[in-house]
């Protein structure tokens, strides 16, 4: 099994560099996120062997239960959330990732502001975009990004360190990319969260700097 992890790693590694060399960019400037959520601990263990150390998961608990007791053992580990946030949730998450990038409601950023006061430490936030304005995902709707932005960095004093998005699935990502670059641009925000396995090269191309992938790394979920 590490060799098949290794394997579709070093492939995933070489596809960003050279979408990131198509684009005139630095392959380095572009973070690979292993999603690791609802992966076997075989398969977890053989990604960490190959050298992986930045992952993404969906759910607090689930996160809580498989990464807490590796912290010790890998200092070097990034975990971010990249799933939808409860407030109900925010303390826990705070003191587990060290990335939250789906902040995108006022709610959201009270509790997670009163949760880092009492943890007295501040993850790094991204803001979640809805770039398709989709009813069933979470996230700002581009038209209100621009004042959300400012509220959270004028009420709450955080720094957004940068934007995500998740495309719909039946349409082109390419739009979606551009829209949230715009979004970014305008707001002197520096970091893209965008692309996943099936469209990581070509959010490159539009100027992630980190792209979260999970099948193409670990094979399907069952």
Not at 45 to 73: F, I, K, P, S
Not at 120 to 128: F, H, K, M, T
Request: net charge neutral; proline share 5%.
């Amino acid at each position: 099994m590490f060799q098949e992890i290794q394997a579709a790693r070093a492939d995933v590694l070489a596809r960003i560099a050279a979408a990131a060399k198509g684009a005139g960019r630095d392959p380095a400037s572009v973070e690979l996120v292993a999603v690791s959520k609802v992966q076997p601990e075989e398969r977890i263990e053989a990604m960490l062997a190959a050298g992986q150390r930045v992952y993404g998961e969906n759910r607090v608990q689930e996160a809580e239960a498989r990464w807490a007791g590796r912290r010790a053992a890998y200092p070097d580990l990034e975990l971010r959330l990249i799933g939808p946030l409860q407030s109900n949730k925010a303390k826990e998450a705070v003191e587990l990732f060290d990335v939250i990038e789906t902040l995108d409601r006022e709610k959201l950023a009270g509790a997670l502001a009163d949760a880092c006061a009492k943890a007295g430490r501040v993850p790094r936030l991204y803001v979640q975009v809805n770039t398709g304005e989709e009813e069933q995902k979470a996230g700002v709707a581009p038209l209100d990004a621009d004042a959300f932005i400012a509220k959270v960095r004028g009420e709450f004093r955080f720094v957004v360190e940068g934007l995500m998005c998740i495309p719909p699935a039946d349409e082109p990502a390419g739009p979606h990319f551009a829209l949230l670059a715009k979004i970014a641009k305008r707001n002197g925000v520096a970091m893209l969260s965008m692309g996943m396995s099936a469209d990581y090269e070509t959010a490159v191309m539009f100027g992630a700097t980190s792209v979260r992938v999970g099948s193409a790394l670990f094979g399907a979920r069952g």
